[in-house]
């Protein structure tokens, strides 16, 4: 049984910074891609960021291009997202995410194999 948990999450200013850890337990995931999705109050679930299992390739939203982060440490079986120049658009759950086939993790929340329980992003204007 495989098991992500997400931390960091929390209120912060706009403009600001926050870094999102997740942690896999119960099997190593270093031959899965990993990555997150954000879901915002009253809408769809979202992709934002991927990488591949070697972290040579990394995918992110148009929407966070450019602030956003995505990284990965297999011996610790985590990923990271470190986010700046957070906006209040910004705010929303944020889902950590793996799986087998990378492109399908970034394609659709179908492509996900695992997903954890979430962390709470809010950001303030």
């Known amino acids: 049984q495989v098991q992500l948990v997400e931390s960091g999450g929390r209120l912060v200013q706009a403009g600001g910074s926050l870094r999102l850890s997740c942690a896999a337990s119960g099997r190593t995931l270093s031959s899965y891609g990993m990555g997150w999705y954000r879901r915002a109050p009253g809408k769809e679930r979202k992709f934002v960021a991927a990488?591949?299992?070697?972290?040579?390739?990394?995918y992110y939203a148009d929407s966070v291009e450019g602030r956003f982060t995505i990284s990965r440490d297999n011996a610790k079986n985590s990923v990271y997202l470190q986010m700046n120049s957070l906006k209040s658009a910004d705010t929303a759950v944020y889902y950590c995410a793996a799986g087998l086939d990378t492109v399908a993790l970034v394609t659709s929340p179908g492509g996900v194999d695992y997903w954890g329980q979430g962390t709470q992003v809010t950001v303030s204007s």
């Open positions: 990488i591949s299992w070697s972290g040579s390739s990394t």
